[in-house]
């Protein structure tokens, strides 16, 4: 096999002296980690070496001698570097050399032992890989070999080719940290040999980092403790917690702070991203709920919603009073009419009430001839009439509202500090209790519809002469009595001719009741991208790519002939997709239970439909 | 050491490879896509834009013909970014891996590296594509479970696609490159 050895790009300018480094006999490879300069004394270096083993648990040992001269030095030099091979006995012994300010490398491995066989490594076979030290370290290969536990001892078991070498880089930290302003006995070349790197701001916030999270840790548990006490679990109170995505909403947040604000540090890489970008991602949600609040409050938007919804007198509410009036001329002053011949109290808030007339529009064109479809008169009246005293009703709930619109609207406001998700899961509520009538309609018309479906199947079946056998799960024929079948074809035909009547109303609200759910679901995508997108792993691939490395990719270098081949290692940064793919944090969950073909055969039976369950809902 | 030739892909047009020999265990073939053609670009950018002109003369808004400009340049952006490969290289190193990259028209460079640990055998293949059958290069990737298994087929050259002989010329080398690898097992 063809011996490789990797050589890091800092040492290419460094003076003559030792290679100290890692043989990976497997793969026939040499990790050089640093460069050993004169003087040393041997058996300083050999308690480095030790010292290093003891604290990384990575073998290195010295593996040859590099030798960076002019051109016409005396040999004297040369003789000396192949003396100490005597001394630190390694097979096989490598001997790198290049010309100081020309391009001649050049790169010899001799086995001292055993006779030069076909086995013996020559000069054409030997690879000369360049990597550049400081991105190997800190970089991090996905998906992540199996490297060695830590204190799992020496074995290679496990991390397989090229992973090595990045296993070898990060495990030897300890060979890094002395530089060359350090009064040490041995003097090494390696990436942070002019300089440790640090910086006073991170010191800082790792020393500051410590209490404050203790703090903060203390009271996120108090808060925890607080709303999982008894009083929440009663009924009335679970029950509308569960429906509301607001407490949703505020329980994620609220884990996403006690999983930033722990104590406990990160055990590996993985987990450290989580928290980074579950920090990233609260401060980005944070900010911009600040800068909707400030917006809101700013240009006086609350008061002008707030008038829009606060009571005005309005022309068009007592102009559907007087349509309904000729609508129904009979019941009108009749003292058991629903509606009212003159409202009495507070005029109902503007946009709801066009969203009322709107409906109301909706239920008497329903109650004429729709499309041109003939529908049956008298139910259609029934219908119509049931839905419009609904609306009323709703008229009436929004009615006992309206005076504490603007309060409410300016303390909800306010929850945007908590971040844009919670403003945004308000307004999905809202939205589902301002829709509130729409969503009755849509159950009223599916229950009937359903009703009817059932029905018409179960009749069905006994026009043909079969019924469904319970026992055996299957349909058999029976043989009916005269009457049975005669009520029962009469009824079948019955609701035969009855069902465009209840299938246009159900259309009509299901399509409604869709478009509401529609709005509701996209704000809840809005929400879900917010609380899983991973931006500190995409900002990191974006700044610093060699961080997040999906592999390594080669570069051939210069080659001159008589000398070995020189390849450039270079990191391959992951793809944006895949860092998304593996760093996406855990949303609220709500995603469609249903796939496309499940939703339509529910619409067509009747069954209700609630595409937007939160996580742990019971199935209906 | 360094040739140049020219073959032909499946579809007629001229491909041009490269070979590099660095040295006994490494050795490079580069392969040049036919270039982005003035007609086709011309043909296409008339088209978007006639298009444009008649809905404008329809609808008498002039927002149809700014966006027609901007879908014609994102496109082409687009086109070059992300569609458009100009040369694929394939560099095969003896006990180290496989590399394989794709340059686009814009500059941007994808590689992807396959150690060799992982393959198995480089081979030519037959496929059916669209009405024809074609050859293709193919690395063949071993399967961690099984010995004799394969795991994966990793096509090479795929937006190139020459034709039998240029594939025949890099198949010769490969396999003397991987000769040496299965004749060398690992050292004890």
Not at chain 1, 98 to 113: I, N, Y
Not at chain 1, 156 to 184: H, P
Not at chain 1, 327 to 336: E, K, Q, S, T, V
Not at chain 1, 358 to 364: A, K, V
Request: charged share 15%.
């Amino acid at each position: 096999m063809v011996l490789k050895a990797f050589f890091p790009t800092c040492c290419m300018s460094a003076d003559s002296g030792l290679l100290v480094g890692r043989w990976v006999p497997e793969q026939s490879s040499a990790v050089v980690l640093a460069v050993v300069h004169f003087p040393f004394i041997p058996v300083q270096v050999k308690e480095l070496l030790a010292q290093v083993h003891q604290a990384s648990r990575v073998g290195l040992a010295v593996l040859g001698t590099w030798c960076h001269r002019h051109q016409d030095a005396e040999e004297g030099l040369g003789h000396f570097l192949e003396g100490l091979g005597a001394i630190f006995s390694h097979e096989p012994w490598l001997q790198l050399s290049r010309e100081r300010g020309g391009k001649l490398w050049s790169c010899k491995a001799t086995c001292h032992q055993g006779p030069p066989g076909p086995a013996a490594p020559d000069e054409d076979q030997v690879m000369l890989v360049f990597y550049d030290q400081r991105k190997v370290l800190l970089s991090q290969l996905h998906p992540a070999a199996a490297l060695p536990d830590r204190q799992a001892g020496d074995g290679t078991a496990g991390a397989e080719g090229l992973a090595v070498v990045f296993d070898t880089v990060a495990r030897s930290e300890a060979l890094f940290r002395s530089d060359r302003f350090d009064d040490g006995p041995v003097r090494l070349s390696h990436w942070q040999s002019e300089g440790v790197e640090a910086s006073i701001l991170a010191e800082l916030a790792k020393r500051a980092s410590g209490p404050v999270c203790a703090l903060l840790a203390c009271l996120l548990s108090l808060v925890s403790a607080a709303s999982a006490c008894r009083l929440f679990q009663l009924w009335p109170l679970s029950f509308i917690c569960s429906k509301l995505s607001v407490c949703e909403q505020l329980r994620h947040r609220l884990e996403q702070l006690t999983l930033i604000f722990s104590t406990q540090k990160a055990e590996n890489p993985a987990q450290l991203m989580r928290k980074a970008n579950v920090l990233v991602s609260v401060l980005l949600d944070v900010t911009l709920g600040l800068a909707l609040l400030s917006w809101l409050h700013g240009k006086d938007c609350i008061g002008q919603l707030a008038k829009a919804l606060v009571p005005v007198a309005d022309v068009s509410w007592s102009g559907s009073l007087v349509v309904l009036e000729h609508l129904f001329p009979a019941c009108w002053g009749h003292p058991d009419c629903p509606f009212p011949a003159q409202w009495v109290g507070p005029l109902p808030p503007v946009c709801l009430q066009h969203v009322a007339e709107e409906l109301q529009h909706l239920l008497q064109w329903l109650m004429g001839a729709p499309a041109g479809l003939k529908m049956n008169r008298a139910l259609d009246q029934v219908l119509g009439r049931f839905f419009l005293y609904h609306l009323h009703l709703w008229i009436s709930y929004i009615h006992l509202m309206s005076p504490f619109i603007e309060r409410i609207l300016w303390h909800v406001g306010l929850s945007a500090c908590l971040g844009l998700t919670v403003a945004l899961s308000i307004l999905s509520d809202i939205i589902a209790l301002l829709t509130f009538h729409i969503y009755c309609f849509y159950v009223y018309g599916a229950r009937l519809y359903c009703l009817k479906i059932c029905g018409l199947s179960s009749l069905w079946r006994l026009f043909r002469g079969k019924k469904w056998n319970v026992l055996r799960q299957r349909v058999d024929s029976c043989s009916y009595d005269l009457d049975q079948l005669f009520i029962g074809t009469l009824l079948f035909t019955i609701l035969v001719f009855l069902l465009p009547t209840t299938a246009l109303y159900y259309l009509v609200f299901t399509l409604l009741r869709l478009l509401v759910v529609a709005v509701q679901g996209l704000i809840h995508l809005l929400m879900d991208l917010v609380n899983s997108l991973p931006l500190y792993s995409l900002s990191l691939r974006l700044c610093r790519p060699y961080r997040l490395a999906a592999g390594v990719k080669f570069r051939v270098l210069e080659h001159e002939a008589g000398g070995p081949l020189r390849l450039l290692m270079q990191i391959n940064p992951l793809p944006y997709g895949r860092v998304v793919h593996t760093y996406r944090l855990p949303s609220c969950g709500c995603h469609p239970r249903h796939s496309w073909g499940s939703l339509c055969r529910k619409l067509f039976f009747g069954e209700l439909i609630y595409p937007w369950r939160q996580r742990g809902d019971k199935q209906d | 050491m360094e040739d140049e030739r020219s073959f032909s892909d499946i579809c007629g047009g001229r491909l041009a490879l490269q070979r590099r020999y660095y040295s006994p265990s490494c050795r490079e073939f580069c392969l040049s896509c036919p270039r982005l053609s003035l007609r086709s670009l011309t043909a296409v950018t008339c088209a978007v834009w006639l298009a444009a002109y008649g809905l404008f003369t329809l609808c008498e808004n002039s927002m149809i013909l700014s966006a027609a400009i901007f879908i014609t340049l994102l496109g082409l952006l687009g086109y070059l970014h992300f569609v458009k490969i100009d040369q694929e290289t394939l560099l095969i190193i003896d006990s180290l891996g496989i590399q394989m990259t794709s340059s686009y028209a814009s500059g941007k460079e994808s590689t992807t590296f396959i150690e060799m640990s992982k393959v198995k055998d480089v081979v030519i293949n037959e496929a059916i594509y669209m009405q024809k059958v074609i050859y293709y290069l193919c690395i063949l990737l071993k399967d961690p479970v099984e010995p004799h298994g394969i795991s994966q087929v990793v096509p090479v050259f795929q937006s190139a696609k020459p034709r039998l002989d240029c594939l025949i010329e890099v198949y010769r080398s490969c396999q003397e490159i991987l000769a040496h690898q299965k004749a060398t097992p690992a050292s004890p």
